[in-house]
Nanobody, 120 residues
Framework: QVTLLESGGGLAQAGGSLSLSCVGLGRSFNRSSMGWFRQAPGQEREFVAAVTWNGADKYYSDPVKGRFTISRDNAKNTVHLQMRDLKIEDTAVYYC?????????????WGQGTQVTVFS
């Protein structure tokens, strides 16, 4: 069974930092783009960040640009999301996805999601 498994997340104070990780299980994702989406209560799932298969190109949504950093380690079949200067509005369930460079329609694999809660 092919799946993506997220870890990390949790609680953080506004202005703080958190890290998310996602490991691919059941197949190699080394030739696939990977990324992160998030979904806040009552809202649609939205794109956060993505990285090409070789890590050469990275894409970010405007709300997180300059604060979040996506990276990948193909040797470990993983993708990471480093989040800093967190804001209350970053509170959401974060999902790992592949393949994606931002378009939700092309995603074939989703993780189960991990909660990120930012408090003041």
């Amino acid at each position: 069974q092919v799946t993506l498994l997220e870890s990390g997340g949790g609680l953080a104070q506004a202005g703080g930092s958190l890290s998310l990780s996602c490991v691919g299980l059941g197949r190699s994702f080394n030739r696939s783009s990977m990324g992160w989406f998030r979904q806040a209560p009552g809202q649609e799932r939205e794109f956060v960040a993505a990285v090409t298969w070789n890590g050469a190109d990275k894409y970010y949504s405007d709300p997180v640009k300059g604060r979040f950093t996506i990276s990948r380690d193909n040797a470990k079949n993983t993708v990471h999301l480093q989040m800093r200067d967190l804001k209350i509005e970053d509170t959401a369930v974060y999902y790992c996805a592949s393949p994606t460079l931002g378009h939700i329609d092309y995603v074939q694999y989703w993780g189960q999601g991990t909660q990120v809660t930012v408090f003041s």
